[in-house]
T-cell receptor
Framework: NAGVTQTPKFRVLKTGQSMTLLCAQD?????MYWYRQDPGMGLRLIHY???????AKGEVPDGYNVSRLKKQNFLLGLESAAPSQTSVYFC????????????FGPGTRLTVT | GQQLNQSPQSMFIQEGEDVSMNCTSS?????WLWYKQDPGEGPVLLIA?????ELTSNGRLTAQFGITRKDSFLNISASIPSDVGIYFC???????????FGQGTTLQVKP
């Protein structure tokens, strides 16, 4: 039982490049989340999903897109990376609507130059 | 948007000392959670609180859901070097499962 995994662990992009971050969970959780973490700002929600085939915007969704084609996977895409998207990205999952206990992956450190 | 104010921002203490940190909000929360993040890792859930006034322990950690539902407290007793990390409070005001996170308290423990 690996929990929540994220790939890649590190990535460097040039401005304007695109990439996809992959999150996978093996806990059969319904809800999945993408956060970004910047120094002194805690974790901010980018997008989330309440089930397979659904996505919704969080607090800071601009410049990102997501997809949840399979229950166990949640993809975060950057279509045209900007230096302001340099951050550490965390994926999390929770069992269902009534469960607030979110379980986090190890993070992806992204640098955009 | 809604914000959580977490304090202190950082603490530098001697091994064996007790630690207290808190989180406050201008809104009423129906759930409070406390997470710890080690360097280079994702946050790990420490304690979850679901009722106003609730006091819950996890080993040397004790957390309380404030009676006003606008605050929560985390205490660590007899700190040890492995307590080093960033502690985050998080809360929810709705039944959507979404959490709002505080800015974090960075704890350093001197052996």
């Amino acid at each position: 039982n690996a929990g929540v995994t994220q790939t890649p662990k590190f990535r460097v992009l040039k401005t304007g490049q695109s990439m996809t971050l992959l999150c996978a969970q093996d806990m059969n959780h319904e809800y999945m989340y993408w956060y970004r973490q910047d120094p002194g700002m805690g974790l901010r929600l980018i997008h989330y999903s309440v089930g397979e085939g659904t996505t919704a915007k969080g607090e800071v969704p601009d410049g990102y897109n997501v997809s949840r084609l399979k229950k166990q996977n949640f993809l975060l895409g950057l279509e045209s990376a900007a230096p302001s998207q340099t951050s550490v990205y965390f994926c999390a999952s929770s069992l269902h609507q009534g469960s607030y206990e979110q379980y986090f992956g190890p993070g992806t450190r992204l640098t955009v130059t | 948007g809604q914000q959580l104010n977490q304090s202190p921002q950082s603490m530098f203490i001697q091994e064996g000392e007790d630690v207290s940190m808190n989180c406050t909000s201008s809104s009423i929360f129906n759930t409070w959670l406390w997470y710890k993040q080690d360097p280079g890792e994702g946050p790990v859930l420490l304690i979850a609180l679901y009722k106003a006034g609730e006091l819950t322990s996890n080993g040397r950690l004790t957390a309380q859901f404030g009676i006003t539902r606008k605050d929560s407290f985390l205490n660590i007793s007899a700190s040890i070097p492995s307590d080093v990390g960033i502690y985050f409070c998080a809360g929810s005001t709705s039944n959507t499962g979404k959490l709002i996170f505080g800015q974090g308290t960075t704890l350093q423990v001197k052996p």
